[in-house]
């Protein structure tokens, strides 16, 4: 064989091999959906700054965090999916200026029921947020009792606004 055949061979090999590893060297960042609350309902995409978002990756419970690099994988229990809620005040209002927006409701017990009775309870951390894994099947949550399904494998959204306060 010539030398030149060989060395394109070769050159064909570390590039192949060289695509395979950085196909596999993901960050585990890129591998999660980002999310975050605008104020009415989750969106999809990176917020401000260190403010809070919820990583969301099939099979794994989702991550509430601040900053990408310190997103940790859990494995969902079998038969299980997750459930990611924010608890907020709405504000509105405004004689001098229009204002609105909305403001998180941390350490709130949140009610987790299965035909108006308790299934489980999620707490909201400093954020407004709670994540908590569930069997799949349908829940009410909230003292409001909002309806939502939680499907095995994957995550679910919940907005509660607990409440309204105008701003003037």
């Given at each position: 064989?010539?030398?030149?055949?060989?060395?394109?061979?070769?050159?064909?090999?570390?590039?192949?091999t060289?695509?395979?590893?950085?196909?596999?060297?993901?960050?585990p960042?890129?591998?999660?959906?980002l999310?975050?609350?605008?104020?009415?309902?989750?969106?999809?995409?990176?917020?401000?700054?260190?403010?809070?978002?919820?990583?969301?990756?099939?099979g794994?419970?989702?991550?509430?965090?601040t900053?990408?690099?310190?997103?940790?994988?859990?494995?969902?229990?079998?038969?299980?999916?997750?459930?990611?809620?924010?608890?907020?005040?709405?504000?509105?209002?405004?004689?001098?200026?229009?204002?609105g927006?909305?403001?998180?409701?941390?350490?709130?017990?949140?009610?987790?029921?299965?035909?108006?009775?308790?299934a489980a309870?999620?707490?909201?951390?400093?954020?407004?947020?709670?994540?908590?894994a569930?069997?799949?099947?349908?829940?009410?949550?909230?003292?409001?009792?909002?309806?939502?399904?939680v499907?095995?494998?994957?995550?679910s959204?919940?907005?509660?606004?607990?409440?309204k306060?105008?701003?003037?």
């Amino acid at each position: 064989m010539s030398s030149g055949i060989r060395f394109c061979l070769v050159a064909l090999t570390l590039a192949l091999t060289s695509l395979t590893v950085h196909a596999f060297a993901k960050k585990p960042a890129e591998l999660w959906a980002l999310f975050h609350f605008d104020g009415s309902a989750f969106v999809a995409g990176k917020p401000a700054p260190l403010s809070p978002f919820v990583a969301v990756r099939e099979g794994f419970l989702p991550v509430v965090e601040t900053k990408e690099e310190r997103i940790t994988e859990a494995k969902l229990p079998d038969g299980a999916g997750a459930l990611v809620g924010v608890c907020y005040v709405q504000s509105y209002g405004g004689k001098l200026k229009p204002a609105g927006g909305y403001h998180p409701v941390p350490m709130l017990e949140v009610p987790i029921l299965v035909d108006g009775k308790p299934a489980a309870a999620a707490q909201t951390d400093g954020d407004g947020y709670f994540v908590t894994a569930l069997p799949a099947g349908s829940y009410q949550v909230g003292n409001q009792r909002v309806e939502v399904k939680v499907e095995n494998g994957k995550t679910s959204f919940i907005p509660l606004r607990v409440g309204k306060r105008m701003v003037d």
